[in-house]
């Protein structure tokens, strides 16, 4: 289950009063490129995809953390009953379906950390995962980037990208490319849009 447009506009523009900064921003943009790209595959909502963009970080509403964000996301979106959303604020960051991929602080508590990993282990990948996955590697704060230098940028501020990520987002933009027969660039306006 996922929420309404509306209701997850709400969600965003609730969670960031409690924890300001460009997240909120780098979700929309997130957003705006899923729209887009659904709008041109077979089998994937358009409403769907934007919703689930838009709150793919919505655990950042409970303060600066890493890993964390993961977890609270998910455990957040699952108390309020969207389940589909909770699996994208797990499956976002773990393109390859393993935690040791993962890039940044492993702020968990060991409860937060094994529901993570078990969860992980059981959920079965779909195009809407792989769609936001994309969609969060081209989504800047002030819009959209090319694929490489927003893994450059996150390189740079935590000195590492592990390869494995970088080959499969690679992968994931050629993926979505042959499904659309067009360049992610162009339909995610990445010249034009902003948040």
Not at 35 to 59: M, P, R, W
Not at 105 to 125: G, N, P, R
Request: charged fraction near 30%; hydrophobic fraction near 35%; aromatic fraction near 10%.
């Amino acid at each position: 289950m996922i929420p309404t447009r509306m209701e997850a506009e709400r969600l965003l523009r609730e969670a960031e009063q409690c924890n300001l900064g460009p997240w909120g921003n780098h979700s929309r943009v997130a957003a705006h490129c899923a729209e887009k790209i659904a709008e041109l595959c077979d089998g994937l909502d358009v409403q769907k995809a934007y919703v689930l963009g838009l709150l793919h970080d919505i655990g950042r509403k409970f303060g600066v953390r890493h890993l964390g964000h993961v977890s609270d996301g998910y455990t957040y979106m699952m108390s309020l009953g969207y389940d589909e959303v909770a699996k994208i604020c797990l499956t976002h960051s773990f393109p390859n379906q393993s935690i040791k991929e993962y890039i940044g602080k492993f702020d968990t508590s060991d409860e937060e950390l094994e529901m993570i990993c078990v969860t992980l282990a059981q959920v079965v990948i779909d195009d809407y995962d792989r769609l936001i996955q994309l969609c969060d590697s081209l989504a800047g704060s002030e819009g959209v980037l090319d694929i490489e230098e927003r893994m450059n940028d996150v390189k740079r501020r935590y000195g590492y990208y592990p390869q494995e990520k970088w080959d499969f987002n690679i992968k994931l933009k050629e993926y979505f490319e042959k499904k659309t027969g067009k360049d992610i660039y162009d339909i995610v306006e990445k010249e034009a849009y902003r948040p």
